[in-house]
């Protein structure tokens, strides 16, 4: 899948959303949805981990569907295989959540479209951690290199 620009407002409005739901932490921990998941809430987001049979994930309590969100978030990050990302996207949209975010590998065409037919602002294409910020480490350097070679988004 060839890489698409997203717009910067939208990449700023989605991160200024400070309670998020996750789709892709794994109950191994060794998923990158994992990695998500501890950097965001060390950053001060409130996360909830989205997964239909674990009951705990890293020391956070998950809820099993989209549906059964304890509050409205203003985000959703997907971290799942693209064959996934579409159905999650529709239950979101269901739910009224007005962003997602597809890490990157975790878009889809279909995904994508249904977002830009629905109304919904859509990041894919793109790392979390390079934008949830402080920005630091691995990430941030990261985020340097592409805004050397002017692949952040504009």
Known sequence: MKR????????????????????GASRSGKKFGNTVLKDLRAKGYTVYPVHPEAKEIDGVSCVPSIAALPEEVGGLIAVLPPERTGTIVREAHAAGIPRVWMQQGAQSDEAIAYCRDNGIDAVHGECILMFAGPVEGVHGFHRWLWKVFGKLPK
């Open 4 to 23: 698409t620009n997203v717009k910067r407002e939208v990449v700023d409005a989605f991160v200024a959303q400070k309670t998020l739901a996750l789709a």
